[in-house]
């Protein structure tokens, strides 16, 4: 029962998500869209599709024209493994990223996530 439950409602906040879009806040040059383009695709979020804390990410992403590989880890088990292996916590969101000193860093929660997107 509570899988349907849960399939049911990912189904709503997927539709209410796609319906309620978010516009991109931020307005770049070209030149800096490429730069931030290129910092983050050695970034990775590991994701879940209905997740509504994954969806606020995703939203954020949006609003701030922020591009990176994106892994569902509820369909791809290698993915799975990665986060296990490297995050060492079976939760999402999850924002694999590369600091300023080079080390890779495993930042979960949805809201520290977004804050630290608003300030690419």
């Not at 931020?26 to 030149?31: G, P």
């Not at 590991?46 to 995703?58: D, G, S, T």
């Not at 949006?62 to 916590?89: N, Y």
Request: proline share 4%; with cysteine.
């Amino acid at each position: 029962m509570m899988k349907l439950i849960r399939f049911v409602l990912g189904k709503i906040i997927l539709f209410l998500d796609f319906v309620f879009t978010p516009k991109p806040t931020v307005t770049r040059t070209n030149e800096e869209q490429t730069t931030l383009d290129a910092k983050t695709s050695s970034w990775t979020m590991y994701h879940l599709e209905a997740c509504p804390f994954c969806v606020k990410v995703r939203r954020q992403m949006k609003r701030r024209m922020v591009c990176m590989p994106m892994k569902d880890v509820g369909k791809d088990s290698v993915a799975f493994d990665e986060l296990m292996a490297g995050g060492k916590l079976d939760q999402v969101p999850c924002l694999r990223y590369i600091d300023s000193s080079g080390n890779v860093q495993w930042m979960y929660e949805s809201s520290d996530i977004n804050e630290f997107l608003a300030k690419l």
